[in-house]
């Protein structure tokens, strides 16, 4: 049985505090023309130490869906020094990201995961997996010891 990390990269791996360095890299692995934003390292060694000790997967939550190719994510991630096993992207919904991961979950037998997000959305049912990041400061060690205990 999986364990799965439901990731947002805004606000989680790319913190507003470094928005304003505009730091684009991994270009070539994007719809976009201008990249996308660097990770903050600190965040990806707190993402990192969170899968090596939950050995979960990764499921994209977030927006980056629409800029980066799914066949190009999980390389991306590697890039910026992401560890993990790149399994999915959950599906557009127009109901929000709650109802997005809800589809995804759909049909398969996942009784552990956590939601890593920096937005307050209205995750409903799903409140109990969600890890809510600082925007500012990105995924930190309490978030990680947070989602470990979930």
Not at 101 to 123: Q, R
């Amino acid at each position: 049985m999986d364990k799965i990390i439901f990731l947002d990269i805004d606000g989680v791996l790319a913190p507003y505090r470094t928005l304003n360095e505009y730091q684009y890299c991994c270009e070539h692995y994007i719809n976009e023309p201008y990249g996308v934003l660097k990770f903050d390292a600190e965040c990806v060694s707190n993402l990192n130490s969170l899968i090596v000790r939950s050995g979960a997967k990764i499921v994209v939550s977030s927006s980056w869906r629409c800029a980066v190719p799914i066949e190009h994510m999980g390389r991306m991630l590697e890039d910026q020094g992401v560890i993990c096993e790149f399994l999915d992207y959950t599906p557009y919904s127009d109901d929000g990201r709650a109802d997005e991961i809800k589809k995804w979950l759909s049909g398969k037998d996942i009784k552990h995961f956590v939601i890593i997000d920096d937005t307050p959305y209205e995750w409903g049912d799903l409140s109990a997996f969600w890890v809510q990041t600082n925007p500012h400061c990105g995924l930190n060690e309490n978030d990680v010891k947070f989602a470990m205990s979930l």
